[in-house]
């Protein structure tokens, strides 16, 4: 019989619990391309040779294969880009905006969806400084958050820092490849 | 019958009473969670499994960009809860051994009622083919047709009546009947 409640303990420890919205799409885009009065998405379809070559770069393909940039302008003058990713982890998926500016820098990194599980490891991690960390990156850069909460934060804070490190990486290698290098 | 509900030790009817209310509840919230992710109809359950990737065009010859102007409300627009392939892969990979143990659990609950032979085979196979069914149809409805979702369905269903017959006799059994109530 313990093998048999070893297991259900082991199955509900692995189950994966709802996703819950830590911040509202609409918040996240209006502190992540501030003051943006009109927004354009940018989709790019990717070929087989991009997707691929996406793949080889951060171990990520987008969804049907096709990478969403959304960039907000005020007047003529545009005010950065802005990406959601979404990071598969065991415990369920977690989905991070990426900011840009217009010269091609993070410019801010907010978690918008985890689960419930996930939730107080992502709080804690951002509690403890974990987005300021992303700030002003460019493509080609490595993000490096879970490196800099080890020691000052929970194993577990310190585990999703890198999923969340895995978001931003896909979103910089997005960005750099796809955002400004494709005709339309 | 390897053993009886009927005669067994209080503690024992009292162990499968509270085993059966824990899977009750958990069935309960089961519930509202699949209304709050997929539904209860052949089309929210293929929206969510079957998704985009049914009709997924091929990818182009060479990668193309398509621009369009958007507003704050689509933003805020409500997602479509999806379940891709990589999640099903997960799903199924932490789900399935959850269920297999949920149905050994009630198969051997089963093994204690008073029951025909026959009847009992029909319940064990019945609380196994749940899952079976259940999840065959979430990966059908991915690659082989929207159509598939009513399996799905089917195994929910047949998980939810596996679980209420399997309590209604064990409870009877147990705590009903003249033989299970004798001291």
């Known amino acids: ?63 049907d294969g096709v990478l969403a940039f959304y960039t907000g302008k005020t007047g003529s003058t545009t005010v950065g880009a802005l990406e959601f990713v979404r990071v598969d982890t065991p415990h369920g998926p977690l989905e991070v905006a990426v900011g840009f500016t217009s010269e091609g820098r993070i410019r801010g990194v907010i978690v918008t969806k985890a689960t419930v599980e996930m939730k107080p490891w992502v709080l804690e991690a951002v509690a403890g400084g974990l987005t300021e960390r992303y700030r002003d990156l460019k493509p080609g850069d490595t993000p490096a958050g879970a490196l800099a909460l080890a020691g000052r934060a929970g194993n577990l804070a310190v585990y999703i820092a890198g999923e969340v490190d895995k978001g931003v990486a896909r979103a910089l290698a997005a960005y750099g490849a796809f955002y400004n290098h494709v005709r339309t | 019958m390897l053993y009886d509900l009927r005669r067994a030790d209080a503690r024992i009817k009292w162990l499968v009473t509270c085993l059966l209310a824990t899977f009750g509840l958990s069935y309960i919230f089961g519930a509202l969670m ?49 379940v891709d392939t990589n999640l099903l892969i997960q799903d199924t990979h932490v789900h399935v051994p959850m269920y297999g143990v949920i149905a050994a659990a009630l198969g051997v609950v089963v093994l204690g009622l008073s029951l025909r032979r026959a009847w009992a085979f029909g319940l064990i196979t019945l609380l196994f083919a749940a899952p079976w069914l259940d ?48 001291p």
């Open chain 2, 34 to 82: 699949v209304s709050l992710y997929a539904g209860f109809t052949p089309a929210r359950v293929a929206a969510t499994y079957a998704g985009p990737e049914m009709s997924m065009p091929m990818p182009p010859e060479t990668t193309m960009v398509v621009n369009r102007p958007m507003s704050m409300a689509d933003f805020a627009k409500p997602e479509v809860h999806t």
């Open chain 1, 1 to 63: 019989m313990s093998w048999l409640i070893r297991a259900a303990a082991v199955a509900a420890l692995l189950h994966i619990t709802p996703a819950v919205v830590l911040v509202k799409r609409p918040d996240a885009v209006q502190a992540l391309l501030p003051g943006a009065d009109t927004y354009f998405a940018r989709e790019v379809h990717l070929s087989d040779t991009d997707a691929h070559r996406l793949h080889e770069a951060v171990d990520w393909s987008p969804e």
């Open chain 2, 135 to 182: 999840f065959g149809g979430m990966w059908l409805t991915k690659f082989a047709s929207p159509r598939f979702a009513i399996l799905t369905l089917a195994g929910g269903w047949a998980m939810g009546v596996g679980y209420l017959v399997v309590t209604a006799l064990a409870v009877y059994q147990m705590w009903r009947s003249p033989k299970g109530a004798e």
